[in-house]
Nanobody, 127 residues
């Protein structure tokens, strides 16, 4: 039933990098913004980064600016999140979502506007 399939998570040392991918299986992802969200144990799911459909505008949470890069390849129906200089406190399950593009990229980077969700991929940052 999942409309988005995620991959790329795993165990990485502090300061290391991971690249997450999010592929749409049965719908045109280019109709939606793509969002990346994470949920750490005992915490709420929070927006990490989002990318728009119309002009490729991006949003990053303050905590990840300068270290993470969001991108998309509409021809492949896939979105990506490159994560560099990872910190232990960023250990979480990371979820991608197809998000309704009804406002600014910052405005749509929230869970309420997600239409489809990936299954989540575990990212563990530990030495």
């Amino acid at each position: 039933q999942l409309q988005l399939v995620e991959s790329g998570g795993g165990l990485v040392q502090p300061g290391g990098s991971l690249r997450l991918s999010c592929a749409a299986s049965s719908f045109p992802l280019d109709r939606y913004a793509i969002g990346w969200f994470r949920q750490a144990p005992g915490k709420e799911r929070e927006g990490v980064s989002c990318i728009s459909t119309r002009d490729g505008s991006t949003y990053y949470a303050d905590s990840v600016k300068g270290r993470f890069t969001i991108s998309r390849d509409n021809a492949k129906n896939t979105g990506y999140l490159q994560m560099n200089s990872l910190k232990p406190e960023e250990t979480a399950v990371y979820y991608c979502a197809a998000v309704l593009p009804i406002t600014t990229v910052q405005g749509i980077c929230n869970t309420r506007l997600a239409r489809y969700w990936g299954q989540g991929t575990q990212v563990t940052v530990s030495s």
